[in-house]
C-alpha cells in the first residue's frame, strides 16, 4: 500500500476522490431522476474517467495511487454485507438444503463454462479467472479475483455487464422460458445478475428482491468457496491441454 | 449525507458503533485469514460479522442506517478498479466482441439453469402473475 508522499501528491489525491465521487453521485441522481437501469452510475462514471485521463494524458497508475483511499474502503464494503446476510439467516435456516445444491451447481457451472470458452477462444489465462467470477457481487468479485491472480479491471466491467444483461433481459427471458414463480425469478436473476439484477427484479414484488438478494449472498459465498479449487484445476488443466 | 435523524440514536454514535462492529470483524477476519488460507480475509470477516449480529454481540437496530447508507454508496468505491480497463485497449480491440459474447452466453445459461431447476424442484407456493416493473 502506498500512500501520496508530498504536498501536492495529496492535494491531487483529494481533487481527484472528490471527482471521482462527484461524477458517481451525478450519475446516480440521474440513474434514480429517470428509473432507467442502464443508466449505470459506475459503468457511466469509468466511460467518462477514462477518456479524462486520455486527454489529460495521466497515466493510470497516477490515478489508482490518487484513489488508493476510495480502494481501501474495498475490505469494510465486503465486511457490511454480512448484514443483509443475518436479515436473511431465518430464511436460508428453512431452506438450505435446495438453495445450496442449486447454487452450488450453477456456480459450477457457470465458472466452468465462462473459464473454458475463454480459454478455447482467447487462451488468455487472466482473462478467464476475470470472466469465471462475473456473476457474483463486485466487492466479493474483485476480492477473488486478486487472490486468483485475475485482472481486477476486467472483472469489474464483467461483472457491471453481467448484471446488466440480466436486469435488462433477464426477467422477460425467464417468462419465455415458463418460468414464472416469485423464487425462481428472484433465486436466477440474484444468482446471475448480483445487486444490479436484484435491484431491478425487487420492483416486482417483495418476494422477488428477498429471494434475489438471498442468491446473490449465497452465491457469492459459495463461488468463494468452490472458485480457488475449481479454477487451479481448470487452470492446470487448460496449461497442460495447451501447452502440448 | 445519510439521514440518521429519523432513529432514537445519534447520528455520531450509530457511525462510530458501526465502525468499530466492522473494523473488529474485519480484524477478526483477517487474523482467521491468516491462519486458515484460502479466502480473503474481508470475506472471513462478513462471515464474523453475520455471526456477530446474530448472537447479538453487536445490535442489529443501531447498526441497520450506518449499512443501508455504505450498500447504497459503495459502487464508487470499485470505480477506480473498472477504470484498470484503459490498460487493455489491445485486448478490448482484438477480443471485446467475444469477451462481450462470453458474458451474455455465461449469465443466460445461468438465468436459465436456476430458473428452470428451481421452478421444477423447487416448492413454490406463490405464482406471481404480474408482469414485471
Same mark, same amino acid.
Given at each position: ?130 470472466? +469465471? /467470477?462475473?456473476? #457474483?457481487?463486485?466487492? !466479493?468479485?474483485? &476480492? @477473488?479475483? =486478486?487472490?486468483?491472480?485475475? $485482472? ?60 434475489? +438478494? /438471498?442468491?446473490? #449472498?449465497?452465491?457469492? !459465498?459459495?463461488? &468463494? @468457496?468452490? =472458485?480457488?479449487?475449481?479454477? $487451479? ?12 | ?133
Amino acid at each position: 500500500m502506498s500512500f501520496p508522499a508530498s504536498a501536492a501528491d495529496i492535494l491531487t489525491s483529494v481533487l481527484l476522490i472528490l471527482a471521482t465521487i462527484t461524477l458517481y453521485q451525478s450519475f446516480a441522481w440521474l440513474q434514480k431522476r429517470s428509473g432507467r437501469i442502464w443508466l449505470n452510475p459506475m459503468l457511466l462514471s469509468i466511460l467518462v474517467i477514462i477518456p479524462c485521463l486520455l486527454l489529460t494524458e495521466m497515466p493510470f497508475q497516477q490515478f489508482y495511487r490518487a484513489t488508493e483511499p476510495l480502494n481501501m474502503l474495498l475490505e469494510p464494503a465486503v465486511v457490511a454485507l454480512g448484514f443483509p446476510l443475518y436479515q436473511q439467516l431465518s430464511q436460508i435456516a428453512r431452506q438450505w438444503k435446495v438453495i445450496f445444491s442449486l447454487l452450488i451447481l450453477g456456480a459450477l457451472l457457470v465458472i466452468s463454462i465462462s473459464f473454458c470458452l475463454t480459454m478455447l477462444l482467447l487462451n488468455y489465462p487472466q482473462i478467464a479467472v476475470s470472466l +469465471s /467470477l462475473k456473476s #457474483i457481487t463486485t466487492p !466479493i468479485g474483485l &476480492a @477473488l479475483t =486478486s487472490e486468483l491472480q485475475g $485482472d481486477t479491471s476486467v472483472t469489474a466491467f464483467a461483472i457491471i455487464l453481467a448484471g446488466l444483461f440480466g436486469a435488462l433481459l433477464g426477467p422477460a427471458w425467464l417468462k419465455a422460458i415458463n418460468v414464472h414463480s416469485a423464487k425462481a425469478q428472484g433465486l436466477a436473476i440474484g444468482a446471475a445478475s448480483h445487486a444490479l439484477g436484484t435491484a431491478t427484479i425487487s420492483k416486482t414484488s417483495y418476494e422477488h428482491g428477498a429471494y434475489g +438478494s /438471498l442468491a446473490l #449472498i449465497i452465491s457469492a !459465498i459459495v463461488t &468463494a @468457496l468452490i =472458485s480457488p479449487g475449481l479454477i $487451479d484445476y481448470l487452470q492446470v488443466f487448460f496449461t497442460g491441454f495447451v501447452g502440448i | 449525507m445519510p439521514k440518521f435523524s429519523r432513529f432514537k440514536h445519534k447520528p455520531l454514535f450509530i457511525c462510530l458503533y458501526s465502525i468499530f462492529a466492522i473494523a473488529v470483524s474485519l480484524g477478526a477476519g483477517k487474523m482467521l485469514a491468516a491462519t486458515l488460507e484460502g479466502l480473503p480475509g474481508s470475506l472471513h470477516g462478513m462471515i464474523v460479522f453475520t455471526v456477530l449480529l446474530h448472537f447479538q454481540v453487536f445490535d442489529a437496530q443501531i447498526i441497520k442506517p450506518a449499512i443501508t447508507w455504505i450498500i447504497q454508496h459503495m459502487g464508487v468505491c470499485f470505480v477506480p478498479a473498472g477504470v484498470g480497463i484503459i490498460n487493455h485497449f489491445e485486448l478490448i480491440q482484438q477480443h471485446g466482441l467475444a469477451i462481450v459474447a462470453i458474458i451474455f452466453i455465461t449469465t443466460f445459461i445461468l438465468l436459465t439453469f436456476v430458473g428452470l431447476c428451481c421452478e421444477h424442484f423447487c416448492q413454490n407456493k406463490t405464482v406471481n402473475k404480474q408482469p414485471g416493473g
